[in-house]
């Protein structure tokens, strides 16, 4: 965590549109977008404007009840992304403060507020949390200021360091906060054997639940939620239903490790990527099981004598919502709210695909999908909603773009973080073609 005489180290920016990165052409079709839509493809009667570019390796976001935008800026070094153009000054972790003061659809005013590595993001004002590496902390807000008063809160500390670092943050009705820790290593594998049981369960690869009113709690097992989740980068409350949800990163290596088992191409699909309606106390299987779509359950890892097919120990554990292709990379998760969108987006479900990068030959992923929910139940596909952030380089080295965070205005645009080179796009619904 920066000291706190660094916590407002820097000043308030007032820049123009085209100082911040925005496209100065304005579309026909709206004064709220650009002429490209930010250089992504929308479905018909959308558009997009630049709202922020070139902020930092953008994570994930939360918009105020004014329409102000806060985003958890990743440290450059420590980027879960295997490869990003954010260097430099621009590569800093932190926070940052984004303000649209002539609603065009463009941030104008610009406050960083830490500098230390950040990935989760929630409100419920006054308050804002953020998440460290290690620790959750807590910001009081003011209307009236993008500053937050006073120094942060620390809510939770004591989240191991190391593995994977996305410490993404949800809070539900009731007054809980819930937090993803990431496992440490990609099977729980040791010494050319499976560890059984795995020593990282007790604090790692699930989620976690605390409250977000009491200070200075310690992470240990007495507060897990759910275990199982090999790392659940999207992680998102759904109001209408009053429960949790997350997005899962499937295992790889299949094919590497084992080819007699898995062809290249089996590998490519397998794992799958989920989304998970998540309970309490439930086990979704990690290390020991992954998700097959095409066989349509869980089946027994090969660290623990699977042979690409049985299930054994792995038929009574949770399966998800939805199953999506291998390492696509499922890192942010929406359930969108508002009326701006047409009828059947409301309570319909949003989620950013970050791209794969160890498949065999083609990469996938990298763009925003959406799935409509009917009482809970996802239907048997997705669609994509904004598509082309790669601009025609599918692989993470190459790739203009790599969506990472979702978040949605007191209006119901929805916005969408790039941590590839910290563009934040604003995407509204208008009609118009």
């Known amino acids: 965590m920066a000291r706190v005489r660094e916590l407002f180290s820097c000043a308030v920016l007032l820049l123009g549109a085209a100082a911040c990165g925005a496209s100065a052409e304005r579309s026909a079709s709206s004064p709220q977008c650009d002429q490209g839509d930010g250089d992504i493809k929308l479905p018909p009667g959308f558009c997009a404007s630049v709202f922020a570019d070139e902020v930092g390796v953008a994570r994930h976001m939360v918009v105020t009840p004014t329409g102000d935008v806060y985003v958890a800026l990743e440290d450059a070094s420590r980027s879960s992304a295997t490869t990003t153009h954010v260097r430099g000054e621009n590569g800093r972790g932190g926070l940052i403060a984004l303000r649209d003061t002539n609603a065009d659809g463009r941030a104008d005013v610009r406050f960083r507020i830490v500098d230390a590595s950040h990935s989760g993001m929630a409100l419920r004002s006054p308050w804002l949390y953020s998440s460290s590496v290690t620790s959750v902390l807590r910001y009081r807000l003011d209307s009236g200021s993008l500053a937050p008063v006073g120094a942060p809160d620390t809510v939770v500390t004591g989240f191991p360091d190391g593995g994977h670092s996305s410490r993404s943050l949800a809070l539900d009705d009731a007054g809980n906060l819930f937090v993803n820790i990431g ?164 309570n319909g479900v949003f989620i950013t695909f970050h791209g794969s990068w160890n498949r065999s030959g083609r990469q996938e992923g990298y763009k925003v999908v959406f799935v409509p929910l009917i009482g809970g139940a996802a239907g048997d596909s997705s669609e994509t909603f904004a598509d082309g952030l790669a601009g025609g380089h599918m692989d993470p080295g190459g790739a203009r773009y790599r969506p990472v965070g979702l978040a949605e205005g007191p209006d119901g645009s929805l916005y969408v973080s790039d941590d590839q080179r910290g563009r934040i796009w604003r995407v509204i619904y208008t009609g118009k073609n």
């Open 183 to 346: 496992s440490d290593s990609n099977t729980c594998w040791s010494a050319g054997h499976g560890l059984d049981p795995c020593p990282e369960l007790d604090a790692r690869a699930g989620i976690w639940r605390f409250d977000p009113a009491s200070l200075h709690q310690v992470h240990d097992v007495s507060h897990r939620f759910a275990t199982g989740i090999r790392n659940a980068v999207g992680l998102a409350w759904n109001p209408a239903l009053h429960a949790l949800y997350a997005t899962q990163h499937g295992r790889d290596a299949l094919h590497d490790s084992y080819p007699k088992l898995y062809s290249a191409e089996k590998s490519n699909d397998t794992p799958s990527e989920e989304l998970l309606k998540v309970e309490a106390g439930g086990d979704y299987g990690w290390p020991y099981c992954y998700h097959d779509r095409v066989l349509g359950r869980r089946v027994l890892a090969p660290e623990y004598g699977g042979d690409a097919s049985k299930a054994g120990r792995c038929a009574d554990k949770k399966l998800p919502l939805l199953a999506f292709p291998g390492h696509w990379g499922p890192d942010g998760l929406l359930f969108y709210q508002g009326t701006q969108f047409p009828a059947r987006y409301r």
